[in-house]
C-alpha cells in the first residue's frame, strides 16, 4: 500500500483485499459489467445464477440455497432470522469474545462488544460458551482430549437452557476466531458441537466472513479443518467476497430456506446479487483459481510459521505461534510459563512496526495477539522482511527492559520491578487509545533515556 506522500507500506493484515489491492482482473470485471448494467435482483440476470452455481459449487452438496446481501453484518443478521424461523427457537450460544458484527441483533450475540458496556449487558436470551483455545482456555494443550471437553461446556448450557424452559435456535462461531485472538477450534470440536445443538432443535453457524475464500490454504473453507464429516447447516461469508467491493452471502439448505419461505414473510434485498456485484465475485473466485492463491496460501503460510516459531526459541516474549495457511497469530507474553500477557509490549511493537513501514494489528481478549491476515498474494520475501524486523524490535525491547533473551540470561532486580510496575499500570487501561498515550510516553523515556 502507498499513503499519499508514496511511502509505501507492507499489508500484513487486510483480508478485504483478498486477491490483492487493486487487482486489474477484478477491476476489469467491475468495469465492464458496470458500463452494461447495474440495477436490483429483481430483474433476472445470468450473473447471478452463474456466480450461485460457482460458489455453491466450493461447498459440501447440502449446502446449496444462497441469499446474497451487502455485509458481513448483514449475513450474519439474515443467519440468525433463518435459524430461529426454522424451529421458532429464540435462544443463541456464542463464545466468549466472539465478534459477529455491528447491527443489534449481532452485538448482543457478541461478547467481544457486549462486555464493553458492563456486567448486565448480556440478554437473557444468549449463552456464552468458552471459547475452544488450546493455549489460554480452560482446556489446554496437554488435555486429553479438549475437543470433547468443550463441546461438554456447550452441552452443559444447552440443559441448563432446557431446564429454564428455553429453547436453542442456533449455535454461531467464527469457523477460526479473528477478533478473539486468532483461536483454531481443536479437530472434532465443531461435530459433537453440532450433534448437541441439533439434537435441541438448534442449527449451526459458520461464520467464514473473515476466514473464507482459501485463507487456510489446503481447503477453501475453514471449517473443513474439522474434517469432511462435518458440514455448518448455515454458512455466512463476507469481506474477502469482493476484494473490497461490499458483498456478501448466507448459505443454507434447502430445507432450512423452504422453512424461511414458508413464513409468509417476502425476503428482499436491493443490492444484493446486482450484476456488479456478482460480476466481482465470479472474478475474485477466478484469480483464487488461476493465480494458485490456495496453493500459495499453504507455501508462504507455513513459510511464515517456521521463521515465528524459530522467534520463539529466540525471544521470551514471543509465548505461542499458531495459525493454518495465511491466518497466523503470535501470542505475546511477558513470562511464557505463565502466559501473562503483554499488552504494552504488543502494542509498542505495532506502532514500531508502523515506523518500519509494515502493517500489523494486535487483537484478542487482551489486545496482546499479533494478527497476520495478509492478502492472498503475500510472497514468501514479504514473510522473511517482517518477521526479520519483529526480531530486530522484539530484541530491541528485551534489551532496553532487561528481559532474558538468547543470550543474556541474567536480569537487573531493579530494572524487572520498574518493568513491572510499567506494565501493570498499563494493564488497567486496556483501552486502545488511552493505552496509546499512556505506552508511548513511557516507552519514549524508557528507550530514550532508560531507566
Same mark, same amino acid.
Given at each position: 500500500?502507498?499513503?499519499?506522500?508514496?511511502? +509505501?507500506? *507492507?499489508?500484513?493484515?487486510?483480508?478485504?483485499?483478498?486477491v490483492?489491492?487493486?487487482?486489474?482482473?477484478?477491476?476489469?470485471?467491475?468495469?465492464?459489467?458496470?458500463?452494461?448494467?447495474?440495477?436490483?435482483?429483481?430483474?433476472?440476470?445470468?450473473?447471478?445464477v @452463474?456466480?450461485?452455481?460457482?460458489?455453491?459449487?466450493?461447498?459440501?452438496?447440502?449446502?446449496?440455497?444462497?441469499?446474497?446481501?451487502?455485509?458481513?453484518?448483514?449475513?450474519?443478521?439474515?443467519? *440468525?432470522?433463518?435459524?430461529r424461523?426454522?424451529?421458532?427457537?429464540?435462544?443463541?450460544?456464542?463464545?466468549?469474545?466472539a465478534?459477529?458484527?455491528?447491527?443489534?441483533?449481532l452485538?448482543?450475540?457478541?461478547?467481544?462488544?457486549?462486555?464493553?458496556?458492563?456486567?448486565?449487558? +448480556?440478554?437473557?436470551?444468549?449463552?456464552?460458551?468458552?471459547?475452544?483455545?488450546?493455549?489460554?482456555?480452560k482446556? =489446554?494443550?496437554?488435555?486429553?482430549?479438549?475437543?470433547?471437553?468443550?463441546?461438554?461446556?456447550?452441552?452443559?448450557?444447552?440443559?441448563?437452557? @432446557? +431446564?429454564?424452559?428455553?429453547?436453542?435456535?442456533?449455535?454461531?462461531?467464527?469457523?477460526?476466531?479473528?477478533?478473539?485472538?486468532?483461536?483454531?477450534?481443536?479437530?472434532?470440536?465443531?461435530?459433537?458441537?453440532?450433534?448437541?445443538?441439533?439434537?435441541?432443535?438448534? $442449527?449451526?453457524?459458520?461464520?467464514?466472513? @473473515?476466514?473464507?475464500?482459501?485463507?487456510?490454504?489446503?481447503?477453501?473453507?475453514?471449517?473443513?479443518?474439522q474434517?469432511?464429516?462435518?458440514?455448518?447447516?448455515?454458512?455466512?461469508?463476507?469481506?474477502?467476497?469482493? /476484494?473490497?467491493?461490499?458483498?456478501?452471502?448466507?448459505?443454507?439448505? =434447502?430445507e432450512?430456506?423452504?422453512?424461511?419461505?414458508?413464513?409468509?414473510?417476502?425476503?428482499f434485498?436491493?443490492?444484493?446479487? /446486482?450484476?456488479?456485484?456478482?460480476?466481482?465475485?465470479?472474478?475474485?473466485?477466478?484469480?483464487?483459481?488461476?493465480?494458485? !492463491?490456495?496453493?500459495?496460501?499453504?507455501?508462504?503460510?507455513?513459510?511464515?510459521?517456521?521463521?515465528?516459531?524459530?522467534?520463539?526459541?529466540?525471544?521470551?516474549?514471543?509465548?505461542?505461534i499458531r495459525?493454518v495457511?495465511?491466518?497466523?497469530?503470535?501470542?505475546?507474553?511477558?513470562?511464557?510459563?505463565? =502466559?501473562?500477557?503483554?499488552?504494552?509490549?504488543? !502494542?509498542?511493537?505495532?506502532?514500531?512496526?508502523?515506523?518500519?513501514?509494515?502493517? *500489523?494489528?494486535?487483537?484478542?481478549?487482551?489486545?496482546?495477539?499479533?494478527?497476520?491476515?495478509?492478502?492472498?498474494?503475500?510472497?514468501?520475501?514479504?514473510?522473511?522482511? $517482517?518477521?526479520?524486523?519483529?526480531?530486530? !524490535? *522484539?530484541?530491541?525491547?528485551?534489551?532496553?527492559?532487561?528481559?532474558?533473551?538468547?543470550?543474556?540470561?541474567s536480569?537487573?532486580?531493579?530494572?524487572?520491578?520498574?518493568?513491572g510496575?510499567?506494565?501493570?499500570?498499563?494493564?488497567?487501561?486496556?483501552?486502545?487509545? !488511552?493505552?496509546? @498515550?499512556?505506552?508511548?510516553?513511557?516507552?519514549?523515556?524508557?528507550?530514550?533515556?532508560?531507566?
Amino acid at each position: 500500500m502507498f499513503d499519499e506522500k508514496g511511502e +509505501k507500506y *507492507l499489508d500484513c493484515i487486510n483480508n478485504v483485499a483478498h486477491v490483492g489491492h487493486s487487482h486489474p482482473y477484478v477491476i476489469k470485471a467491475a468495469t465492464k459489467q458496470m458500463e452494461l448494467l447495474n440495477t436490483n435482483s429483481r430483474f433476472l440476470h445470468d450473473n447471478l445464477v @452463474q456466480y450461485a452455481q460457482r460458489l455453491t459449487a466450493t461447498l459440501p452438496e447440502k449446502l446449496s440455497v444462497c441469499y446474497f446481501v451487502n455485509s458481513g453484518s448483514e449475513a450474519n443478521d439474515l443467519a *440468525l432470522r433463518l435459524a430461529r424461523q426454522y424451529h421458532g427457537h429464540q435462544d443463541v450460544i456464542t463464545l466468549e469474545n466472539a465478534y459477529h458484527g455491528h447491527v443489534t441483533s449481532l452485538i448482543d450475540i457478541s461478547p467481544y462488544k457486549f462486555n464493553q458496556l458492563g456486567k448486565d449487558s +448480556k440478554k437473557e436470551f444468549v449463552h456464552v460458551a468458552p471459547s475452544p483455545d488450546i493455549y489460554r482456555g480452560k482446556y =489446554r494443550e496437554d488435555h486429553p482430549d479438549p475437543a470433547s471437553a468443550y463441546a461438554e461446556e456447550v452441552k452443559k448450557i444447552i440443559e441448563e437452557t @432446557q +431446564k429454564n424452559g428455553r429453547k436453542i435456535a442456533a449455535f454461531i462461531a467464527e469457523s477460526m476466531q479473528s477478533c478473539g485472538g486468532q483461536v483454531i477450534p481443536p479437530v472434532g470440536y465443531f461435530q459433537k458441537v453440532a450433534e448437541y445443538v441439533r439434537a435441541a432443535g438448534g $442449527v449451526f453457524i459458520a461464520d467464514e466472513v @473473515q476466514v473464507g475464500f482459501g485463507r487456510v490454504g489446503k481447503h477453501f473453507w475453514a471449517f473443513q479443518l474439522q474434517g469432511e464429516d462435518f458440514v455448518p447447516d448455515i454458512v455466512t461469508m463476507g469481506k474477502p467476497i469482493g /476484494n473490497g467491493h461490499p458483498m456478501s452471502c448466507v448459505v443454507t439448505t =434447502r430445507e432450512i430456506a423452504e422453512s424461511f419461505g414458508a413464513s409468509g414473510l417476502e425476503y428482499f434485498n436491493t443490492f444484493g446479487g /446486482n450484476p456488479v456485484s456478482c460480476a466481482i465475485g465470479l472474478a475474485v473466485l477466478e484469480v483464487i483459481e488461476k493465480e494458485d !492463491l490456495q496453493g500459495n496460501a499453504t507455501r508462504v503460510g507455513n513459510y511464515l510459521l517456521e521463521l515465528l516459531a524459530e522467534q520463539k526459541e529466540k525471544h521470551p516474549l514471543v509465548g505461542d505461534i499458531r495459525g493454518v495457511g495465511l491466518f497466523v497469530g503470535v501470542d505475546l507474553v511477558k513470562d511464557q510459563q505463565k =502466559r501473562t500477557p503483554a499488552t504494552a509490549e504488543a !502494542l509498542h511493537l505495532i506502532y514500531k512496526l508502523k515506523e518500519h513501514q509494515i502493517l *500489523l494489528s494486535a487483537d484478542g481478549p487482551h489486545r496482546n495477539i499479533l494478527k497476520f491476515k495478509p492478502p492472498m498474494c503475500f510472497t514468501m520475501e514479504d514473510a522473511k522482511h $517482517v518477521v526479520e524486523t519483529i526480531d530486530a !524490535l *522484539l530484541t530491541e525491547m528485551e534489551e532496553a527492559t532487561g528481559m532474558k533473551t538468547e543470550n543474556n540470561a541474567s536480569t537487573n532486580a531493579q530494572c524487572k520491578r520498574k518493568v513491572g510496575f510499567e506494565f501493570f499500570f498499563l494493564n488497567s487501561y486496556s483501552d486502545r487509545c !488511552l493505552a496509546k @498515550q499512556v505506552y508511548i510516553t513511557l516507552v519514549e523515556h524508557t528507550f530514550i533515556f532508560g531507566w
